[in-house]
């Protein structure tokens, strides 16, 4: 049956593009102001394109994927009940809109999981929370696995509260390794290298360490020590970011504080 996507910016995009790679579908698509990249793939009949919700024809509908901002869908979540009635399996990806607010909008009745992706699903790198509400089956969350498989990894939680953490862990958490990217870069030209040179290294290094956790499965500890040569330059270093007010107390700090965050969008 059909998937029906609702908004398609840099998220839903990606989520489209993993799903045409990976021949699922059909795809209806809503998107009020569709990009070229969209109306590009309408015309190759690569999905459906429509501008509103009232557009969708559909007479079933295996999901509906919710991909719009958290601000958006608190005004517009319910005009999407009609898809919550004719038995679709709703998905959220908006951080801080919890079930109680989606199951108000959409009926009792609705069968709803939570999802909250990365961006680097956008090259089919990332990793994707998902939490199943009361009401959804075996088959809705391989459903839902499916979908979001997509983008990368999948990791159920069983408490809705949890789904803050991963926002704060793994939604966030791109944009603090690519702030260690900027911060080793001006390190680097603080110690006399070029900023080109400089913004070369960072990068490579970071992106390269992420490949290397990716491909070697021992602990990120293992991996650290491995590097770690005694009295050499990495193990002075690492006394100065692993001291009690280091880099894994400014981490905690950090998580901690876009957790409250997450909840206060509630």
């Known amino acids: 049956m059909t998937i029906l996507l609702i908004g398609a910016g840099r ?22 102001k569709p990009s070229a990249a969209l109306k590009s793939l309408a015309k190759a009949k690569k999905m459906t394109l429509v501008t509103t919700p009232a557009a969708v024809n559909a007479k079933k509908l295996a999901a509906c994927v919710v991909a719009i901002k958290p601000q958006i869908l608190k005004g517009d979540a319910p005009v999407l009940a009609d ?3 004719r038995g679709a399996l709703m998905i959220s990806i908006a951080a801080g809109t919890d079930t109680g607010f989606l199951f108000k909008s959409w ?13 680097p699903g956008a090259i089919g790198q990332g990793i994707t929370g998902l939490y199943a509400a009361k009401g959804t089956t075996a088959a809705d969350r391989r459903q839902a696995d499916r979908l979001l498989s997509a983008l990368g990894e999948t990791v159920w939680v ?7 953490s991963v926002t704060a862990l793994s939604g966030s958490g791109p944009a ?20 080109a040179q400089a913004e070369k290294l960072a ?17 990120a ?12 330059t990495t193990e002075v270093a690492l006394q100065i970011l692993m001291a009690k007010d280091g880099l894994a107390a400014l981490i905690k700090r950090a998580v901690h504080a876009a957790r409250q965050r997450a909840k206060a969008l509630r």
């Open 11 to 32: 998220m839903g995009s990606a989520l489209l593009n993993g799903w045409i790679a990976k021949g699922v579908g059909p795809v209806i698509v809503v998107e009020p």
């Open 221 to 232: 500890a293992a991996l650290r020590e491995a590097v770690t040569s005694p009295g050499g």
């Open 203 to 219: 990068r490579a290094t970071v992106s390269g360490a992420g490949a290397l956790l990716a491909a070697d499965k021992s602990p």
């Open 107 to 119: 009926g009792s009745k609705a069968r709803i999981v939570r999802a909250m992706p990365n961006t």
């Open 176 to 195: 603090y390794l690519f702030l260690m990217a900027e911060a080793l870069t001006e390190a680097g030209i603080a110690e006399g290298l070029p900023r």
């Open 158 to 164: 069983d408490k809705e509260d949890l789904i803050d």
């Open 83 to 85: 898809f919550a009635r």
